[in-house]
């Protein structure tokens, strides 16, 4: 732990993508004594790689999706600018590709149909919410009929699952798709897809040539567990035992964390804020990859996809081989999500893989082989993550984003789960770095225009209020002396629960 206590402007939470692009728009706008404070031992937070069967696999967010339209997803323009190697996805074959129960591959005009009907229930269905939520009147007949279609079979349980867990673009209107276009291409560089965020880092950040990060700005293995605010700054304590204090704290933790009871906010975060943490579901979404001896599944155009229609919603639906990506690498992906990804990740790999290759002998026979290497990641168990992304409701209220953006005193929060248009997705946390961070420096700026004369050549020459420094006597601790009035203006309760907060 650090003996003394370090004082700077700005604390950032988390070194995912949001939180290394608030750091950037800080350090582009002349605030150089900003912390971040990173719980893992790397930065890229949902961003991740891992070595598998001597390729570099995505365990995280792997696509770049939002592709070919009229707007540049500024994602896909650091990828370009990179070098990023990516792989194009064609999904339009994958309700084609559906095996039934026994194996059995369904004819393409009858998936084909079933689809169509999915397709059709679903938008009566958002018709009838979204006119609901408005207020106009729904006749009694056209209630009914929104309620015509409920999936029963295998094969409807599977188009539905696709249709709604993966976001297919018929149903919902996905911002990421009508702004940057519907494209998506899968991510196979050697570096990963956290490249890009290092890139980004090194724009800031002091690296070795070794291109490892020597700055002392960024502090890995730093697990915050409480902030203590008052109007004037905040306090962050990590679970070492180190105090770090700062005029402002922009969080870039996950949804899923703040869901959850790693990080103890003093005082209570007021009631309107802890319930946008609520409003929404964390989806958490399984890639299990699978090493083969040899390929035993259709390869070629329109086979990079195929579904398994289980008894059982999403029991190891959505299959994908890796040909197109990585060639002769005999390697399958098997995407589960949400319960099952629970249920998967409290298990041992070799049940999961046993569960994977009855699956698999079901489609293709008992000849197969077997599975030499699975990789499971586990995003629901990790304490930092607690989930993969946000996954708000089609309708959701715009005030929801205007509370879950809005600060608490001198505490901001950044994250894809944060973006109106674009939460869920890679760009969705970059763009929401740079807004909270032009945020606070508004606020900077306003507190530095009420400070009076001299400030301004202060900040130019060392930071707005004081370069990065220790201060070894403890009679220095910022101390929560108004705690009590920040409390009573904020209308403080305690909260305890989701249950609480839905009552």
């Known amino acids: 732990m650090d003996s003394s206590i370090s004082s700077c ?61 009229n707007n540049m997803n500024p994602i896909w323009e650091l990828a370009k600018e990179h070098s990023l190697r990516t792989c194009y996805s064609d999904y339009s074959n994958a309700v084609f590709n559906i095996y039934d129960p026994s194996g059995v591959r369904i004819p393409e005009s009858v998936a084909a149909a079933s689809y169509e009907l999915a397709v059709d229930s679903a938008n009566r269905a958002l018709a009838i919410e979204a006119a609901s939520t408005v207020g106009n009147f729904i006749s009694p007949l056209e209630e009914l009929k929104s309620q015509e279609f409920v999936p029963s079979t295998p094969l409807e349980l599977a188009i539905d699952y696709i249709l709604h867990d993966f976001e297919m673009a018929e149903v919902e209107p996905i911002a990421t798709f009508t702004e940057f276009g519907e494209q998506e291409f899968m991510v196979s560089d050697d570096r990963g897809y956290e490249h890009i965020v290092c890139k980004l880092s ?11 990060v020597v700055d002392d700005r960024l502090k890995l293995n730093k697990v915050v567990t409480e902030i203590q605010y008052t109007n004037h700054g905040a306090t962050v304590k990590t679970e ?6 700062a005029k402002f704290v922009i969080s870039s933790v996950s949804l899923g964390v703040l869901q959850s009871d790693l990080i103890k906010f003093n005082p209570l975060l007021p009631c309107w804020k802890t319930k946008t943490f609520f409003n929404c579901d964390i989806r958490t979404y399984t890639k299990i990859f699978l090493k083969f ?39 399958l992906i098997v995407t589960v999500t949400d319960e099952e990804s629970k249920r998967v990740e409290e298990q041992g790999d070799e049940e999961t893989k046993a569960e994977a290759m009855t699956v698999l002998r079901k489609m293709f026979g008992d000849g197969i082989p077997v599975a030499e290497q699975i990789l499971v990641p586990k ?23 205007h509370d879950i953006r809005k600060p608490v005193g001198p505490v901001y929060f950044t994250g894809e789960h944060t973006s109106e248009e674009f939460n869920g997705y890679v760009h969705g946390g970059y763009l929401s770095g740079i807004d909270t961070a032009n945020m606070v420096l508004e606020s900077i700026w306003k507190k530095k225009k009420k400070q009076g004369q001299g400030q301004g050549q202060e900040h130019e020459q060392n930071g707005l209020f004081s370069s990065c420094h220790r201060r070894t006597s403890q009679n220095d601790q910022f101390q929560l002396q108004d705690q009590m009035s920040i409390g009573e203006s904020y209308s403080l309760v305690p909260v305890t629960s989701l249950q609480i907060l839905q009552t």
């Open 9 to 69: 402007s700005v604390i950032i939470v988390g070194a995912g993508i949001s939180g290394i692009m608030s750091a950037k728009v800080l350090a582009d706008d002349g605030i150089k004594d900003f912390l971040i404070l990173e719980a893992s031992d790397r930065i890229g937070g949902r961003l991740m790689k891992h070595h598998f069967a001597g390729l570099t696999v995505e365990s995280g967010a792997g696509w770049v999706a939002g592709v070919g339209g």
């Open 202 to 212: 090194e724009e800031f950040l002091k690296y070795s040539d070794s291109g490892h």
């Open 240 to 245: 070492d035992g180190s105090l770090y204090m």
């Open 293 to 331: 001896p040899t390929k035993f599944w259709p390869t070629g155009d329109g086979t990079e996809f195929f579904l398994y229609a289980h008894p059982k919603r999403g029991y190891y639906t959505f299959w994908q081989h890796m040909e197109n990506a990585y060639p002769e690498s005999n390697i």
């Open 379 to 401: 995003w629901w168990s990790n304490r930092f993550q607690r989930g993969s992304y946000s996954n708000y409701p089609i309708l959701v209220d715009k005030k929801h984003f």
